[in-house]
């Protein structure tokens, strides 16, 4: 088996046109704009409409994501997409967008790590890439959080937005600088009632009560998670940095899961990171789960902070528990 390296060739996103802003949630919820502010960081964020599911808005950013590389459509062999809100129980959304853009012939499946998933992709993704199994691999980050919100609970409701976020990992040339250097994924399965959403499975099927008691909606412990969010962030790219040899004035930019600023704010200081490397476009997006990575980081490179031969560090923190980070250049 051939040892290749892998590399991130592009990424894509995409948020619906409609924007709930925090005076808007003032009328649904006893909150406020400035208490939205100064606890999250948070001012709007996109929500889909009635006619839109999470397969709708991965094509979109698949899309832009294709068009934005040198990577044609007939040269993508894998789709990979993280999400815990697909438009079905199954098939996966992968498929789905598959279909979509017309594609067929190879593999199309979708990861549940909540808003790690898209950064556990990415690490399936390269390793695929590095053993010779796929030149090109298209990763989508795709969630539709506002479809289970609670809109009912003032310290939920005011958190998700919905988007989708998109990257090419492809198989990197011997004269490329782009690579993507190391990756690390880690989990603590023991906590996963602190972020759940407790109906609709196996466990608990679908009934009048479940409904009722508002259980197919997002539950969260947030003191509990806010503790290990920083914590665990912070050893996933601690990690990857001892591992290679690097410090923190090596990387030229952090990029975070966009779930709340403050602990944003905490990683950077844990991290001894200046804000001015850190991206953060949570002010526009709020939290969208597997797609904020990705969103994040193609808006910073449409913007022109990011560019060819960065050393970025990419990481997050979600459901499962599950937590990680990938180190590249890009």
Not at 34 to 56: L, N, Y
Not at 269 to 277: A, G
Request: include cysteine; hydrophobic fraction near 40%.
């Amino acid at each position: 088996m051939m040892n290749y390296n892998a590399k991130l060739s592009s990424f894509g996103s995409y948020a619906p046109k409609k924007i709930l802003t925090n005076f808007d949630l003032e009328k649904i919820v006893d909150t406020s704009d400035e208490w939205i502010r100064t606890r999250t960081g948070m001012v709007e964020r996109h929500i889909v409409g009635d006619d839109e599911a999470a397969s709708d808005l991965a094509y979109n950013a698949a899309v832009k994501a294709i068009e934005a590389s040198s990577v044609r459509y007939k040269h993508i062999d894998m789709i990979i997409c993280a999400t815990i809100s697909g438009d079905h129980p199954f098939p996966s959304t992968a498929c789905i967008v598959q279909k979509k853009l017309g594609m067929k012939g190879f593999p199309a499946f979708d990861v549940s790590a909540g808003c790690t998933g898209f950064i556990y992709c990415l690490d399936i993704a390269k390793q695929y890439v590095e053993n010779g199994r796929a030149q090109n691999v298209l990763v989508l980050g795709v969630d539709i959080l506002t479809r289970i919100t609670n809109w009912k609970d003032r310290n939920t409701c005011v958190l998700f937005g919905d988007a989708a976020g998109a990257a090419i990992v492809s198989r990197a040339e011997p004269s490329d600088i782009s690579r993507i250097i190391d990756s690390f994924t880690d989990a603590d399965g023991s906590l996963g009632d602190y972020l759940i959403q407790q109906a609709g499975g196996s466990r608990m099927p679908a009934s009048h009560k479940t409904v009722d008691e508002n259980l197919h909606t997002v539950y969260m412990e947030g003191n509990r998670i806010y503790k290990y969010a920083i914590k665990s962030m912070y050893a996933a790219c601690d990690e990857l940095l001892k591992r290679n040899n690097l410090s923190t004035t090596d990387i030229d930019w952090v990029i975070p899961h966009q779930a709340n600023l403050r602990i944003i704010e905490g990683l950077a200081e844990k991290m001894r990171v200046p804000l001015s490397k850190v991206i953060v476009n949570i002010e526009k997006y709020g939290n969208t789960s597997s797609a904020t990575v990705p969103v994040a980081t193609d808006e910073a490179i449409r913007n022109k902070k990011i560019r060819r031969g960065d050393i970025m560090l990419l990481t997050s923190f979600g459901a499962g528990l599950t937590w990680g980070a990938v180190l590249a250049r890009y």
